[in-house]
């Protein structure tokens, strides 16, 4: 159910932004289970999460037949099975795309579908890379005169939740619909610098998450409010007040000297 949360999210996003209908924006996420690909032909043993997914197309349980076949632009592991991304897969990715995605999101790291290392190296570094769990980072190319070091993306809900679950709460939100998310992933997507970006860091850094937390915690609470879902709090406006009102009301540590008397 994870893979297919993923999906609808895709396809809200190409049917809000692009305008895309909801059900032709399905028909370009496919997904592979343990019987092989969804498709048609298995729409009658599919659980219902599946079904919106299950297309017209020949079933295979292979997955590297599945890329020949649908030329996916992405790949995204959520299936736990360590090695699933082989050699072949990401090879094979790498040759119908420029940029090839391969999120290996399962967790813990034994089960990721493959390794930071694996996706660089089989792609000659043009991978855009994000897994549920940590990898080291590589200096890339290793025989260059001049390597780059290169920071693989780790893709979990520590950007998106806590702020998301705070905006609602200073608008009194009444509903957390699927479109706050967009804006959410679309927040934290901007947020990212192009140096990020080019060593790759799809995502900001850390080490500056009570900033991201400020800009993304306002966005969503102003949308919020935008839609009807939440209200703006009292003498707050949009804008630098939101932010400066939303930074007020996290938690910041007492110092040590303070704690003590």
């Avoid at 072949?88 to 999101?105: C, H």
């Avoid at 937390?213 to 003498?235: F, H, I, N, Q, R």
């Amino acid at each position: 159910e994870a893979g297919t949360g993923i999906a609808e999210l895709f396809a809200l996003a190409l049917h809000v932004r692009h305008g895309v209908p909801l059900h032709e924006a399905r028909k370009t996420c496919f997904f592979m289970d343990s019987k092989g690909l969804v498709c048609a032909s298995r729409l009658k043993s599919l659980q219902h999460h599946k079904v919106p997914f299950a297309h017209d197309v020949p079933h295979t349980s292979s997955l590297v037949e599945c890329i020949r076949e649908l030329k996916p632009t992405g790949l995204i592991g959520v299936s736990t099975m360590a090695g699933a991304f082989d050699e072949e897969v990401i090879r094979l990715m790498g040759r119908i795309n420029k940029r090839p995605v391969i999120f290996p999101l399962s967790n813990p790291t034994s089960k990721s579908e493959c390794t930071y290392e694996d996706a660089m190296r089989c792609t000659d570094g043009r991978v855009v890379f994000a897994s549920g769990s940590p990898f080291p980072p590589l200096t890339w190319p290793p025989a260059s005169a001049n390597p780059q070091h290169m920071y693989p993306a780790q893709a979990n809900n520590a950007y998106a939740f806590p702020s998301i679950g705070f905006a609602a709460v200073l608008t009194q939100c009444s509903k957390i619909t699927e479109e706050v998310f967009l804006v959410a992933a679309e927040t934290i997507a901007s947020l990212s610098s192009p140096e990020d970006l080019a060593c790759g860091r799809l995502f900001p850094p850390f080490a500056g998450i009570r900033d991201l937390a400020v800009e993304l915690t306002s966005t969503v609470a102003e949308y919020m409010c935008d839609e009807g879902l939440g209200k703006m709090p009292t003498g707050v406006q949009k804008g630098a007040a939101m932010r400066s009102f939303v930074r007020a009301q996290m938690f910041s540590r007492m110092p040590h000297s303070t704690q003590q008397q």
